[in-house]
């Protein structure tokens, strides 16, 4: 189960400082990103040395000759965000290029500042009420066949956001009925009754939410945000809709061991989670939280066994998968009509 490239037993949580935040020159209303986003959390990460990219790391860039300006212009066109731009997704060169892209909805300034994300935040605008119809005819006019919705944490509003989600679901299945969409969701913590409620008008075809990390990590890598709450958000849509395949992923590389993985993986499957994407966190600044190790592919091949082991319907897992990577292939048994469950 080990490899020279992980770490045999369970490290302290990463080096970190506590320092006072200060008020100076912080405007809530402008996008805030990497160091200007991070420097206001209280607890901030200390950079230790920088591990050298193993040649197994390698992304494609787009390029004229592929379908990937055609994609941006068209989102610019219709004041739509993706999540491959604003989290600084190392695959937007081939998947814009192949016509694939994850919409990020309710705008781009989250209302949280997980430091391994690269999404900008601050205060969010007021919701456009125009972005379901807006998203619909852009899906509808790239012929897209599946599709991932994803969002910023909107703290600020009593549902999370839920309801914007299901209208957009739903002008989506007006213009292209035959498109399949899967939702990445964030917790709705605090909400999460009320969001699954209103989610009931219009479920996705494939509900996702990340875990991200081992719960040891969680207080550096994810604060605001609960591992079990998280687990049980997944549990609770399943116990509401059987049918249809529950999905979560996991990074690697912030500190974790091997056996943590293994047992987020375990914890997944004891809340029905069916789904699994693994893929190798990358630092999207000097500012975010430090690659802690690189996993090797040979680990990552481990991961992919046991999980169909554990019994998920599907596994990718791999240096540069990401959650929504391919997804119309991760979830190819909902494309082909085959029984969700």
Not at 107 to 124: A, E, I, L, M, Q
Not at 133 to 151: D, G, M
Not at 266 to 280: A, E, S, Y
Request: charged share 25%.
């Amino acid at each position: 189960m080990s490899n020279p490239e992980a770490t045999p037993h369970a490290p302290a949580a990463n080096p970190v400082v506590r320092e006072a935040q200060s008020l100076a020159d912080y405007n809530p209303l402008a996008k805030q990103k990497a160091a200007a986003k991070l420097s206001r959390i209280p607890v901030k990460v200390v950079q230790g040395e920088v591990l050298k990219k193993p040649d197994w790391i390698r992304v494609k860039a787009g390029s004229p000759s592929t379908r990937f300006y055609e994609i941006k212009d068209v989102l610019r066109q219709n004041k739509l965000v993706t999540v491959c731009e604003e989290a600084s997704c190392p695959n937007i060169g081939e998947c814009f290029g192949k016509g694939t892209a994850t919409f990020m909805i309710m705008g781009d300034k989250c209302t949280r500042r997980c430091p391994f994300c690269d999404v900008g935040h601050g205060r969010p605008d007021p919701l456009d009420a125009n972005e379901p119809e807006n998203l619909a005819r852009t899906i509808a006019a790239l012929k897209l066949k599946y599709v991932v919705i994803t969002s910023v944490d909107r703290d600020d509003l009593r549902d999370g956001g839920a309801q914007h989600f299901v209208d957009c679901i739903r002008q989506i299945r007006a213009l292209s009925p035959a498109t399949q969409i899967e939702v990445l969701v964030p917790d709705f913590r605090g909400r999460d009754e009320r969001a699954l409620e209103i989610l009931k008008a219009a479920p996705p075809d494939v509900m996702n939410h990340n875990l991200e990390t081992a719960p040891r990590l969680y207080k550096e890598a994810r604060p605001g945000s609960d591992y079990q709450f998280s687990l049980n958000l997944l549990k609770k849509f399943k116990a509401l809709h059987p049918n249809i395949p529950t999905k979560s992923g996991i990074m690697v590389g912030l500190g974790e061991t091997d056996e943590e993985i293994l047992q987020v993986m375990q914890d997944m499957r004891d809340h029905g989670i069916n789904m699994l994407t693994i893929g190798q966190y990358l630092a999207p600044s000097t500012s975010h939280l430090p690659v802690r190790r690189y996993v090797h592919p040979d680990t990552f091949k481990m991961f992919e066994e046991k999980a169909y082991a554990m019994g998920f319907s599907h596994a990718a897992v791999g240096a540069m998968v990401r959650s929504s990577y391919h997804a119309d292939q991760q979830a190819g048994h909902v494309l082909a009509g085959a029984p969700k469950a």
